[in-house]
């Protein structure tokens, strides 16, 4: 009986955590997701495309968010998780430079990037980013957490940052802005997938 109580503790208290994350700066969020779904879709217009990419569970995130993006909202974007491609630029380029030759191999001028990383410190996103700012990307979006001032913030032009240090509640969040982004272009959040 106790180890539920304080089972129950540790979710309520878990919980109320999401709701204070979630609930910060929220004014601001929201005008920033406001001006990254106008980029992705004057992006598109355009031509060009959005790219998206992240490690671990922000690859996931990544492509959960690509695949939806292209086929619920319309948007074409892509991402780099695919094992062939990740193994053999990591063998041929080294781990820290996967992302920056997967850039610069598929990336055009005037595309966008979604660079996620929950530490804000993972050296292959930060090589992607600068290999965007020099392929001249039109917009690099980060998703972040841990240290305000990390240095995938410092690379982005709009910065989706999250106060806290826990990767699980990190990746949900991100997971939940990136997902409001596509319905928000659709323009309802219940559709068929059809």
């Not at 998780?81 to 610069?104: M, R």
């Not at 997971?175 to 409001?180: E, F, I, K, N, T």
Request: glycine letters at 8%.
């Amino acid at each position: 009986m106790m180890k539920k109580n304080k089972e129950k503790l540790f979710l309520n208290k878990y919980f109320e955590n999401y709701q204070k994350l979630i609930g910060e700066n929220k004014i601001n969020i929201i005008s920033k997701l406001l001006d990254i779904c106008e980029i992705l879709k004057k992006t598109h217009k355009k031509g060009k495309k959005t790219i998206i990419f992240g490690n671990g569970g922000s690859s996931a995130i990544s492509s959960h968010f690509s695949v939806d993006l292209t086929k619920n909202a319309g948007i074409r974007c892509i991402n780099f998780n695919e094992p062939d491609l990740i193994t053999c630029f990591s063998n041929d380029y080294g781990y820290e430079y996967w992302l920056e030759k997967s850039i610069n191999f598929y990336g055009d001028e005037g595309d966008v990037l979604i660079a996620i990383s929950t530490s804000g410190s993972s050296k292959n996103i930060i090589n992607g980013c600068k290999e965007a700012k020099r392929k001249k990307f039109s917009k690099i979006i980060t998703f972040t957490g841990k240290k305000k001032n990390n240095p995938v913030k410092k690379l982005g032009d709009i910065n989706m940052w999250i106060n806290s240090s826990a990767y699980n509640q990190v990746e949900t969040i991100h997971q939940m802005w990136l997902l409001s982004l596509v319905d928000l272009i659709i323009g309802k959040s219940v559709y068929s997938p059809n």
